[in-house]
């Protein structure tokens, strides 16, 4: 049991990292919005794994989570929203030319 | 008592203030129904006063906040009794008085609904007995003062005079939450009644810090010197609402304030010096600026500064004589600084300038404004027997008393002043040639009978109320029995400087502003000396210009941070990250995991 904590903890280390070097490099808003899904599935792993710790599985986590999924799915929804109306004003879909209200 | 008083006095207007808007459909019923609910509230108010020579004064509580173990709760004592008695009855009559004046302006609910806001928010102030109330009451009244103040918000200077009056009082409200965070820490309570023994046992640094903290925020609200910058400005708003800030609501709470903590912070000698010589420079330095202001209103505004600062440097004496002689300073002050604001509101009300250089002659024209007036002019600038003279005179001759004789020259040197820019104003306004303005003036919008009662029941005011000193005394000391132990040889000391203030006030205005014989203007150009003065004083030795200086400064420096925020997405992002991995390694370093 302790070993599988141990490799979701290094799982979802790694989806993190794969997530925030997406955010910082990426452009288009597609693959930032599939980037700040990644990082979610992260932090969602991260509650499983901690479940797992003791003599018996936290159900609270495990509630928490699937809470989570669901804002995330909501967060996601907006993103692509955005996405659509991003493209139609700018007719790109590249982050670094939303800049209006910038100084 | 009327049942409940001392709770329904300050629910009522305030509840008022929230029924005002659903009545907004007709004009005629909010005013009626705003008048009813303030003379209401201040029956309920006055209906208090015989409750102070009882046994025991009920004081009711009622829990709230138990994890602060505070209890909200009014407290019941002849200072509350009479502050909420001072702020319902000059407030009912301001808002009597606002049935003309505001007859033409349409946001008449906005107006109504803040204006009970107001008075129930002051009333609430000084019921209130602890600190976490007070403060909440205090916040209430500086709201309503930001918003009346800038009543006329179709006018650009309106709405900065709003907002700098919230934000200059500010300065203070922090002070005072910082204060009164210390007091709680410090002593376990926030209940006044339970304070004044509590802070024996601390020590004697940190109460006088505390207190200076505490202090600090009557200084924002009261004007005082180095926060007295709004007030002048405050004159945008409407006469009415000058009024309301000037002698009932706003500016007193601070010295209420002062005068509550009194028996809290009076073991502090520091406290004390501090408090009356903050009033007495505050005092001096109001009345040299009101003698050069050309705005009618401003000179008011001045001569309230400088009045407060008389009733701080009453409180600042440290006895309990003081301490009456400032609540009786600012019974009169209530009295006749209301009758002077509406009386030039009625002024400005019809002839719609505010300048004293487009008036003169208006004693023909307004023949019972003119008398109100000039009964509440001879009342601020302490001539007999108005009842300006006897509390004014009360303040000089305690600080002779207790041998504060620095104090004592530089609130006589005051006086002279006051005399001099009362008279200034009154020649100026009432006397003299009519200017070009006004005779080029075709109709003259009379005042309406609802403005004349309350000038007449405030003219009644200033002069009986100077004749109650032995009467407001028993009131406010009902079961000690405390006498003013005055020698018969200060009491002629105290005279003659009245007397001789008047004398050397009133002669250099006389042949200034009334004969006309030497023009002031030649004196100010006559050396550069006396230009620089001028200067100095028109601007109000500079504290505006350094407070608006400052705020520039402050304003480019988080300029300079513009340029950071690119809007890039990615760098965004990057600057979150290395903040987190900073976070990460300094919990590493120092979290001790």
Known sequence: MFEATHLMLIASSILYAVSICALITRRNIIQVAIALEILIDAANMNFIAFSNMGLLIDPVAHAIVITSIVIGGCVETAILALAVYVYKHYRTLDVRELHRLRW | MLPHAPWLSWIIPLVGAAIVPLLSFRRRLVEAFSVIVAFTAAAFAFSMIPEVFKAELPVEKHIWLPILNVKAGVILDPLSIFMASVATGIGALCILYSIAYMSEHPG???????????????????????????????????????????????????????????????????????????????????????????????????????????????????????????????????????????????????????????????????????????????AFMAATMAMVSKDIKRVLAYSTMSQIGYMMTAVGIGTMAGIFASQFHLMSHAIFKALLFLAAGCIIHSIGTRNMDEMGGLKDVFPLVYITFLIGAFSLAGIPPFNGFWSKGLIILETINEGFYGLAILSSITAIITVFYTFRMLFLTFHGEKSEYVKKLKHIHMPGITMYIPLLVLAAGCIISGFLEHNFLEFMFPHESFHLHIPENLMLIEYTISFLAIVIGLVPAYLLYFRKTISPEKIVKSSSITYALYKLLENGYFFDKFYYSLSYAVRDFAQSFRKTHTGVLSNNMLAIVAMMIILIILFITFGGV
């Open chain 2, 108 to 282: 008449y609910t906005r107006y109504y609904s803040l204006m009970l806001l107001f008075v129930g928010g002051m009333t609430g102030l000084v019921m209130a007995s602890n600190m976490v109330q007070l403060y909440i009451f205090w916040e209430v009244v500086g709201l309503c003062s930001c918003f009346l103040i800038g009543f006329y918000y179709d006018q650009e200077k309106a709405r900065h005079a709003g907002l700098k009056a919230f934000i200059v009082t500010r300065v203070g409200d922090a002070s005072l939450m910082i204060g009164l965070a210390l007091l709680y820490v410090s002593t376990g309570t926030v209940d006044f009644l339970q304070l004044a023994n509590a802070v024996k046992g601390i020590d004697m640094g940190l109460l006088t810090i505390t207190g200076l903290l505490v202090f600090g925020g009557a200084i924002g609200k009261s004007a005082q010197v180095p926060l007295f910058v709004w007030l002048p400005d405050a004159m945008e708003g409407p006469s009415t609402v000058s009024a309301l800030i000037h002698a009932a609501t706003m500016v007193k709470a601070g010295v209420y304030l002062a005068a509550r903590t009194f028996p809290i912070f009076s073991a502090s000698t520091t406290w004390l010096l501090f408090v009356s010589w903050i009033g007495a420079i505050t």
